[in-house]
């Protein structure tokens, strides 16, 4: 930032600090000028995550302050898919996804207001996602600074009109770029505008693209503890989600990006991933429950005719909810809900379980 030290400072506030400051063109007192300068010197590392809004508390049974997130997959039908999800069993619903037309507009949804009032009446946070593994390709170019505001406004009024508690920023791969750190400075101040939060969905190979100014404006990172290998990388068959994984990211995100432990939630899959002979490329785990009954508590299974399923049972899902827990982290992160079991089985309900242990 480039100033003129002689020039005058206006300084605003918002709930009891400094929000921001501007300069003025209005005359004050010398001594006065001087000694709001070297305020703002000091205090404006802290500026851009000393102002987060705290969020309503929700908590689960067994562990007051852990969060349960589960990203829900139903943009084609809400209604359908709010269903499928048990609101009694988790803290925080992010709806997966909102992505807009060319010109930046996000279509309307006359029952999504009341889904919501709905999830806040068990006192669950809603979030409005955005992006995704697989966004539109004009999604780089709103991102960009001759339609950014446009879409910034419209992407918030959007979330305010429906009463979601935040936007959920899950850009990933290409989107990733020089455009990234903009939009998520202009995005953060228009939601804190109004009161609400940020969040992303982040993975650990590919955010060391992001600058360390620019996670420090998120409220709480979704750590992606998954797609280690997949499909798409057949020559490398393996676990797409070890538990030396979920300890390996949050590390990073913790230790060696200095991301505060209550803001990192640990991601965990509700799907798996199959490599050779018969087995699917993907299946979700309430289908690989009916097909596998045997091969809930462990995290691959050996076909007949040698091709292998790797995915996250019982036991792995409840180690990694303990580690949250033993490190001081937000809690766990799902993708996604509508894969889980409805039965005894449920990944969900093993969450549970893990929370009430000891």
């Not at 501007?22 to 006065?32: D, E, L, Q, R, V």
């Not at 339609?147 to 009463?163: C, D, M, P, W």
């Not at 360390?212 to 280690?228: G, Q």
């Not at 230790?255 to 799907?271: E, H």
Request: hydrophobic fraction near 40%; include cysteine.
């Amino acid at each position: 930032m480039w100033y003129n030290p002689d020039q005058p400072i206006r300084v605003s506030f918002f709930n009891g600090i400094i929000f921001y400051a501007t300069f003025s063109t209005m005359p004050i007192a010398p001594h006065i000028a001087k000694i709001a300068r070297y305020l703002i010197i000091l205090l404006m590392p802290a500026l851009m995550t000393g102002c987060h809004r705290k969020a309503s508390p929700a908590s689960v049974t067994g562990a007051p302050g852990i969060r349960i997130l589960g990203y829900l997959n139903g943009s084609k039908n809400w209604s359908l898919a709010f269903q499928s999800v048990d609101l009694d069993r988790i803290t925080d619903l992010n709806l997966a996804f909102f992505n807009p037309d060319t010109n930046g507009i996000i279509p309307t949804d006359p029952q999504l207001a009341e889904l919501i009032r709905q999830a806040h009446s068990k006192k669950v946070r809603v979030w409005m996602s955005i992006g995704g593994g697989s966004p539109p390709r004009h999604l780089a170019a709103l991102m960009k600074a001759e339609q950014r505001k446009s879409f910034i406004e419209h992407l918030t009024a959007y979330a305010v009109q429906n009463g979601f508690d935040g936007v959920d920023v899950d850009l990933e791969n290409d989107l990733i770029n020089e455009e990234y750190a903009p939009f998520v400075f202009d995005l953060s101040a228009m939601l804190r505008s109004k009161g609400l939060q940020m969040t992303a969905a982040l993975a650990s190979w590919n955010s060391h693209k992001i600058q360390d100014s620019t996670l420090r404006l998120y409220d709480f990172i979704n750590i992606m503890s998954y797609d280690k290998t997949g499909p798409w990388n057949p020559a490398k068959p393996g676990p797409h989600s070890p538990f030396s994984m979920a300890e390996s990211d949050f590390r990073y995100f913790n230790s060696d990006r200095n991301i505060p432990a209550s803001r990192l939630l640990i991601g965990v899959p509700f799907y798996g991933y199959g490599f050779g002979g018969s087995a699917p490329e993907s299946i979700a785990w309430r289908n690989l429950r009916l097909q596998y009954p045997d091969a809930i508590h462990s995290d691959s299974i050996i076909l007949a005719d040698g091709g292998r399923i790797y995915y996250n049972g019982i036991p792995t899902i409840q180690r990694k909810l303990q580690f949250a827990k033993q490190s001081g982290a937000a809690g766990i992160m799902i993708w996604e809900l509508r894969q889980d079991s409805r039965d005894q089985h449920s990944l969900l309900q093993s969450i549970h379980e893990a929370i009430n242990k000891n």
